[in-house]
């Protein structure tokens, strides 16, 4: 701010009582101030006393927004669905979402005055959030960035299991699913004292099935595959089942290793 020469000029800003700057300099800088609006007069001052006021001038202060606190809904979405918030950010006008989807490239996905927005219907997939405030002085910094997962519970399990040749020890094999953890595997026996047991649970995609002693039953399985332990997909049927050890001697039965049948 420059001031005209005189023995020692008095500067007064709005709000303040006292002259902010007073000797004999013509010129004042001051910095740390906040968003707001800020006017200035000038007194010329001598041994005589001071001059009437200067014309007003009037300085406006406005930072770009600091960068908003973001969170998630979720960080893992079964749905394709989930919502973002962020905190307000002082002196924001409007907000923009940016994504990278799958270590992608950073696009905007969404702008607008709220602090809140939830994308819907995913694909499968990673998601990195960030979000910006706005103001007429420019863009802020970033948030912190938010990452969700997407796995939908239909796309864990692609295909039934493909069972191996039916006999008294046999093998059973899945397809891999991304994002799954773990496998269940259960078998239903029809007349069974216990109808339907859970025979594998763990990470692999196949198992070796025992059927010993006499048996005349028939049995079904059935696999699902889990992200977690509260989200797991539907059961799905193997393709094949049958009757797999039939009657006390029966000659065609081959029993497992280490197992007999009499």
Known sequence: MLIRACKQPSLYQSGVSSPVYNSTGTSWSASGFGNGSYTYTVHACNASGCSSASNAVTATVLHVPPAPSLSSSTTTSST?????????ATGAASYQVNVSANGGAWTAAWSGTGTS?????LADGTYAYRVYGHNASGWGAPSNTVTVTVVRPSSWVTKPPALATVNVRFG???SAVSGATTYHVQQTQSGGTTPTTTI????????????????DHTFYYKVQACL???QCSAWVEASTSGTYLQGRGTQNAVPASGSSVQ
């Open 80 to 88: 394709g669905g989930l919502t973002l918030s962020w905190t307000a």
């Open 200 to 215: 594998y649970s763990g990470t692999g995609t196949t198992t070796t099935v025992v059927l010993s002693g006499p048996i």
């Open 172 to 174: 059973m094999a899945w």
């Open 228 to 230: 977690s332990a509260s």
């Open 117 to 121: 927005w939830s994308p819907s219907g």
